[in-house]
C-alpha cells in the first residue's frame, strides 16, 4: 500500500480548490562531514493540510523501484542510522515547514539510501459539481535520503543505447546508466550532435538522474523532438550533478550515417 505512493502526488488538476503538497530539494545525502540535513515542506492549496512523516525502503530497478523486502532492507536501508523531525505537522494555507534529518551513532561504512515520506490526510474533492460525485483523495510524496559513510568513489558507465520512435514517429533516445563505483552516481544525462560542418547542437538533457547501486543498469528515455537526424556524431554525456557538480562520469559517442 504504502509503496504505491512512490514519488507520487495526487491531485485534480482541473479543479481550482486542489490539495498539494510540496516538497524541496529532490534528494539529500548524509556524510560524517554533514550529519544534519533540512527539507522544505510547503501548501500551495486553500485547505489546512495535517500529515505524518515516516520511512518507506524500495530497492531501485531499471525503470523505477519496487518495493524493498526484509532481506533488501537489511541490505540497504538508512533508516536505522537516522532520526527525522517533526514526526507529524500541520500547516494553514501557503504555510511552509522544515523537516530535519540527521544521523544518529556511527554511520556504517558504504552506502544505504531510504525514502523520506511524507503522508497526509485524504480530502474530500468533488469530481463533478453537476452529479455531485465525492472523492476522498490522500496524498504522499517521497525523497531519497541516502547515507555514506567512510572512503568510497562514485563510477558510471554508459550502456546499451539505441534510438526508437514515439506514437507520433519523433526519434527519442533510450539508454542505460550503470553504476561502476563504492557509492552511487546522480548528474544529468545530455544529448548532443556534432554536425559534419562541426556545429554543436544540445537535442535533450535530463535531470535527476540517479545510478542507484542497488540496480545494475538505469534506463532512461529522452524525447529528440526530430524526425532525423543529420550527419555527423551524437554524444551522450553523463555530466554529475549537486555533491558531484563539475564532474563527467561517462561519454560515449555513435557515428550517425548519411542517408543512403
Known amino acids: ?5 512512490l514519488t507520487l502526488l495526487c491531485l485534480v488538476a482541473s479543479l481550482p480548490a486542489r490539495a498539494e503538497i510540496a516538497l524541496a530539494p529532490l534528494r539529500q545525502v548524509i556524510t560524517e562531514e554533514a550529519r544534519t540535513v533540512t ?12 500529515g505524518r512523516v515516516s520511512w518507506i525502503d524500495m530497492v531501485a530497478t ?20 537516522l532520526t527525522v ?17 540527521a544521523a544518529r551513532g556511527t554511520i556504517p561504512n558504504g552506502e544505504r539510501r531510504s525514502h523520506l515520506l ?3 490526510g485524504a480530502a474530500r474533492t ?17 525523497t531519497p535520503v541516502v547515507l555514506r559513510g567512510g572512503e568510497g568513489d562514485a563510477r558510471a558507465r554508459i550502456g546499451d543505447t539505441r534510438l526508437l520512435r514515439d506514437r507520433g514517429g519523433l526519434l527519442e ?3 542505460t546508466v550503470m553504476p561502476d563505483g563504492d557509492f552511487s552516481a546522480y548528474g544529468r544525462l545530455i544529448v548532443r550532435l556534432t554536425s559534419q560542418d562541426g556545429d554543436v547542437i544540445d537535442l535533450a538533457s535530463l ?11 538505469r534506463r532512461f528515455s529522452l524525447p529528440l523532438g526530430v524526425n532525423y537526424l543529420p550527419p555527423g556524431v551524437l554524444e551522450i554525456v553523463y555530466a554529475g550533478r549537486a555533491e558531484f557538480d563539475g564532474r563527467v562520469f561517462a561519454r560515449r559517442s555513435f557515428e550517425v550515417a548519411p542517408p543512403k
Open 1 to 5: 500500500m504504502r509503496a504505491a505512493l
Open 39 to 50: 527539507y522544505r515542506l510547503s501548501n500551495p492549496s486553500r485547505r489546512i493540510v495535517e
Open 62 to 81: 531499471e525503470t523505477g523501484y519496487a518495493p524493498a523486502s526484509a532481506e533488501d532492507r537489511s541490505r540497504i536501508s538508512a533508516a536505522p542510522y
Open 85 to 101: 523531525w517533526p514526526a507529524f505537522f500541520k500547516l494553514e494555507p501557503g504555510a511552509s515547514a522544515t523537516i530535519t534529518v
Open 118 to 120: 511524507i503522508e497526509t
Open 126 to 142: 468533488p469530481l463533478r459539481r453537476a452529479g455531485g460525485l465525492e472523492l476522498d483523495i490522500g496524498l504522499g510524496v517521497s
Open 173 to 175: 533516445l533510450s539508454t
Open 207 to 217: 535531470d535527476n538522474a540517479a545510478a542507484w547501486n542497488d540496480a545494475e543498469r
